[in-house]
T-cell receptor, first 116, second 111 residues
Framework: GAVVSQHPSRVICKSGTSVKIECRSL??????MFWYRQFPKKSLMLMAT?????????EQGVEKDKFLINHASLTLSTLTVTSAHPEDSSFYIC????????????FGPGTRLLVL | SQQGEEDPQALSIQEGENATMNCSYK?????LQWYRQNSGRGLVHLIL?????REKHSGRLRVTLDTSKKSSSLLITASRAADTASYFC???????????FGKGTMLLVSP
């Protein structure tokens, strides 16, 4: 149980285009979903936290208009990187929590974004 | 303040040996969790230890928590080549609902 999927797994796009990444909890209802960014050989940096039906809470330094997050249902959250630039190239990972109280997060496999 | 500093940054051992990774943190926590990440993949939850627990076991994994020293250790016994991965500790601080991850330890287990 507790499977989280992400789509796409890899995406290459041109500078200036927008990219949407989907995160789905397949076998549980995710009351909260998290979006992280990870640079090579680095730790995970939390970008934002989203609860179903409400606006995402962004971490300091993360541009809300740049990284649009939508948590439309208890099983789906999307991250849209708008007007992507090469510096947005990174590994984006989502996770989901079912609200068990212990805040265990179940992670998706990640999406590697390369902006040319 | 930065939470979850692991050491060593990298560890290289032979199959069958034990691997010990440490994690230190700075603020009061509700729990501490260890995750594993294979190269280019997502994270897999390994084990969670609550602030009122001192030791926990799961298969070949043993986690200890010393809240007085604000530190935790992850021991992998009888390591296998398949244990090669990066290991991260993450803390759930009191009053927060988000995890803070450390920088991770890269473990290489050679056959």
């Amino acid at each position: 149980g507790a499977v989280v999927s992400q789509h796409p797994s890899r995406v290459i796009c041109k500078s200036g285009t927008s990219v949407k990444i989907e995160c789905r909890s397949l076998d549980f209802q995710a009351t909260t979903m998290f979006w992280y960014r990870q640079f090579p050989k680095k730790s995970l940096m939390l970008m934002a936290t989203s609860n179903e039906g409400s606006k995402a809470t962004y971490e300091q330094g993360v541009e809300k208009d740049k990284f649009l997050i939508n948590h439309a249902s208890l099983t789906l959250s999307t991250l849209t990187v708008t007007s992507a630039h090469p510096e947005d190239s990174s590994f984006y990972i989502c996770s989901a929590s079912g609200g068990t109280g212990d805040e265990t997060q179940y992670f998706g496999p990640g999406t590697r974004l390369l902006v040319l | 303040s930065q939470q979850g500093e692991e050491d060593p940054q990298a560890l290289s051992i032979q199959e069958g040996e034990n691997a010990t990774m440490n994690c230190s943190y700075k603020t009061s926590i509700n729990n501490l969790q260890w995750y594993r990440q294979n190269s280019g993949r997502g994270l897999v939850h390994l084990i969670l230890i609550r602030s009122n627990e001192r030791e926990k076991h799961s298969g070949r994994l043993r986690v200890t928590l010393d809240t007085s020293k604000k530190s935790s250790s992850l021991l992998i016994t009888a390591s296998r080549a398949a244990d090669t991965a990066s290991y991260f500790c993450a803390t759930l601080r009191r009053g927060y609902s988000t995890l803070t991850f450390g920088k991770g330890t890269m473990l290489l287990v050679s056959p």
